[in-house]
């Protein structure tokens, strides 16, 4: 009984770590086109899925939404490429909450 629970606990473990490594091997590219043109500020690409998210994604008022694939929408890369440790914390929140939504497709 022992050997068994001590097997799920490192089986588990090993799932994370697999689960770590393919969202590290995600491709993901972040576009704004500045704070005042849009609604929809940022383009988020992820794994050649293009979401559209406002300043306040997270927010009933907010803007985060699927908008297809890269494939279907070739326009997508529009306005400044930006580095994720420079958004606001709310979309950074929700890339990351796309990003595990994404995967377990």
């Known amino acids: 009984m022992k050997c068994t629970y001590l097997f799920g606990v490192l089986s588990a473990q090993k799932k994370l770590r697999l689960l770590k490594q393919k969202e590290k091997a995600m491709t993901t590219e972040i576009y704004d086109i500045g704070a005042d043109r849009e609604f929809d500020r940022f383009t ?9 998210m406002s300043e306040n ?19 997508a890369r529009q306005g400044k490429r930006v ?3 420079n ?3 709310d979309v950074r929140t929700a890339i990351n909450e796309r990003k595990s939504n994404v ?3």
């Open 57 to 75: 994604p997270l927010s009933p008022c907010g803007f985060n939404q699927y908008c297809g694939g890269l494939s279907e929408l070739p326009f």
């Open 87 to 89: 958004l606001p914390i």
């Open 83 to 85: 580095a994720f440790k």
């Open 103 to 105: 995967f377990h497709r």
């Open 44 to 52: 988020v690409i992820i794994n050649g899925q293009v979401f559209g």
